[in-house]
């Protein structure tokens, strides 16, 4: 270990491999050295190691103080001694002496010294692959599929190996070894000890939204010009996702930019993301513009906002229903990730219901969700009254239900208030159609009608079916 003729070249080589500083390695092992000889000579030594570039050899002395009568051989060395090895050694001088029997130094401590200098080594390489990709977080990085552990990926990058957690692949996509993959660089850390993933540095993402909009960046030029702008995303990875964009240019189309001719530019991100099908639509400042693009290709009759509480109440016709929750509920649930504000559609006829008195008093029944009550107010139940006058038999049949829960239900809706009649004029109620102006779909997008209360849906989750 010590003396060896190799020694400068093994160091050598070892920095141009690792990138470590040539300082920083002879520092570790001139630490490691010193750690194996406290180990085989005793810690109260007091020892000086230095490496001897021109030897190419580390080199190991002893220092002990000069003294008349010896009482600890480890830190005093007599007179007489001394000037066998210096004549001008005089009392109380501090004498170094170099070991030189120090090539075998035992295997526990040639084990101490291997461990000294591979610690020193990994922390030395933590800090050059963090000073090395610092910049790089936030950008794509390309590498190939080394191995897998417990369902996350680890993809070699060259000169280290990053992880891709389970949670950041998208599904349906099956990867072997060898293949190469491209990635977004989520998290770039310099202490590994810390976090979810241990002696991993680097942690990329395929699932993340920054990954759609890097892809775009890459793929559009007016995006990196900054001509068009992306001004959000939302993903459900692997199967659908949408992006809002803007231009600064009136004559620049920032949907057609990000499309290309024929589609390409978008089908290359397409086919980058396994087929995800990825909805472009403008964005615009006007929270009811932009609900009316983002739920696009569905047609939207009108929006009414609720600025307080984020929330969007948006009236489709009873046949665009299905398409403007898409299936499972998600492209609604896109659009409001996509706003940042709650949105609850709704069909025409049951906007129109909301207006009324009676269905009003069906949605209060416990029990009675917005499904329930658009087939009872259809069925002619048009109260909560009426239902609880109901026949049971004909309310089981009615609502497919058992007679407990349909005699539940019945006394619930007898908890409820009968509404209050409205008065209406002869001459008013010939003109009156039974909905309220607010109610008619012939609105456009963004027109305000009478408040219909708070949307009962959750941000992003389906709308009902129209009764």
């Known amino acids: 270990m010590v ?52 030897l190419g050899e580390v080199e190991v002395f002893q220092y002990r103080t000069v003294v008349d009568e010896v009482y600890d051989e480890e830190t005093e060395i007599s007179l ?18 170099k070991l030189d029997n120090i090539a075998d130094l035992g295997r526990i401590a040639a084990q101490s010294a291997k461990q000294v200098i591979i610690h020193r080594m990994r922390d030395a390489e933590r800090d050059v692959i963090y000073e090395m990709y610092r910049d790089r977080q936030g950008s794509i990085v390309n590498g190939i599929v080394q191995r897998f552990e417990r369902g996350d990926m680890i993809i070699n990058l060259g000169r280290t190996d990053a992880i891709l957690p389970r949670d950041g692949q998208i599904p349906k996509r099956s990867y072997k ?24 540095q680097l942690i990329l993402s395929r699932t993340c939204n920054e990954f759609l909009i890097k892809l775009f960046e890459m793929e559009v030029p007016e995006i990196a010009e900054g001509i068009v702008k992306i001004m959000g995303a939302s993903r459900e990875p692997g199967f659908r996702a949408k992006i809002a964009v ?5 004559d620049v189309d920032p949907v057609g930019a990000c499309v290309g001719l024929k589609g390409s530019r978008v089908q290359n991100v397409v086919q980058e993301l396994q087929g995800e099908r ?49 299936r499972q509920g998600q492209n ?38 917005e499904n329930l009550a658009d ?22 049949a009615l609502a497919r239900m058992d007679q407990e829960k349909a ?27 039974g909905q309220g102006a607010s109610g008619e779909p012939g609105n456009e997008p963004g027109e305000s009608g009478n408040e219909p209360g708070e949307p009962e849906n959750e941000p992003g989750e389906p709308g009902n079916e129209p009764g």
């Open 246 to 250: 803007s231009s600064i240019e009136s």
């Open 80 to 97: 007489e001694e001394a000037r066998r090895l210096d004549p001008e050694a005089e009392l109380d001088d501090d004498l170094g002496e």
């Open 177 to 200: 070894q060898g293949d190469r993959i491209r990635a977004y660089l989520l998290e770039v850390r310099r202490d590994v000890r810390e976090g979810k993933f241990r002696d991993s």
């Open 278 to 326: 990825i909805d472009i639509v403008p964005w615009s400042p006007d929270p009811a513009k932009y609900v009316y693009n983002a739920l696009a290709p569905a047609e939207v009759s009108m929006v009414i906002i609720e600025d307080d509480k984020k929330a969007l109440l948006v009236v489709v016709p009873d046949d665009q229903l299905s398409l403007a929750i898409g």
């Open 375 to 396: 087939q009872l107010f259809a069925a002619g139940v048009t109260s909560a009254g009426k239902l609880a006058g109901l026949e049971p038999e004909k309310l089981m």
């Open 407 to 433: 005699r539940t239900l019945q006394q619930m809706a007898a908890l409820v208030e009968a509404p209050e009649p409205v008065a209406v004029s002869l001459e008013d109620g010939e003109q009156d159609d």
């Open 3 to 54: 003396g060896v003729e190799n020694l400068k070249r093994i160091v050598d080589q070892i920095c141009r491999d690792k990138g470590i500083d040539r300082a920083l390695l002879i520092d570790a092992i001139e630490e490691a050295v010193r750690s194996a000889v406290r180990k085989k000579f005793g810690s109260r030594r007091e020892i000086e190691v230095q490496f001897n570039d021109e």
């Open 332 to 369: 609604v649930r896109l659009a409001s990730r996509l706003l940042g504000w709650k949105i609850d559609v709704k069909s025409e006829s049951r906007y129109a219901n909301m207006d009324n008195n009676g269905y009003r008093s069906l949605t209060e029944v416990e029990g009675v969700d």
